[in-house]
């Protein structure tokens, strides 16, 4: 093996590319200079907070290619704005990528929604 294909093999396996990084994390690297110059803060950040009715936003890539890392940049900044933000992945437990039904997919919303809702309105313990 040369010594640069060595280095790829070494850098490839030095990283899992699907894991997510969470927000803040100095890991992070900004990719819109090659991704385009949309930042999901701004387009997507933005659009949520000033909408007065319901949105809906679709937000698509292929695996691996920084989904969810964005998106937990964009819970980050809407929980700053006093949202509150329900998050989970489609690999967590709940929905089989490889065999989704929409139900299965609103059941999972479902299920995440109310066990945030739960865990927030717990109040804190002081001991």
Avoid at 18 to 37: H, I, N, S, T
Wanted: charged letters at 30%; aromatic letters at 10%.
């Amino acid at each position: 093996m040369s010594n640069s294909e060595e280095l790829l093999t070494n850098l490839y396996n030095s990283f899992d590319p699907f894991q997510p990084l969470p927000a803040g994390d100095p890991l992070y690297v900004d990719c819109r200079e090659v991704r385009g110059k949309g930042d999901i803060l701004v387009n997507l950040g933005n659009r949520i907070r000033r909408t007065r009715g319901k949105t809906c936003q679709l937000y698509a890539g292929h695996r691996g290619a920084g989904k969810s890392t964005e998106l937990l940049r964009l819970k980050q900044f809407l929980e700053e704005k006093n949202f509150f933000v329900v998050f989970f992945g489609v690999d967590d437990e709940d929905i089989n990528s490889e065999d989704a039904q929409y139900t299965d997919i609103l059941l999972a919303c479902t299920r995440h929604l109310l066990k945030d809702l739960k865990d927030a309105a717990k109040p804190e313990s002081v001991w």
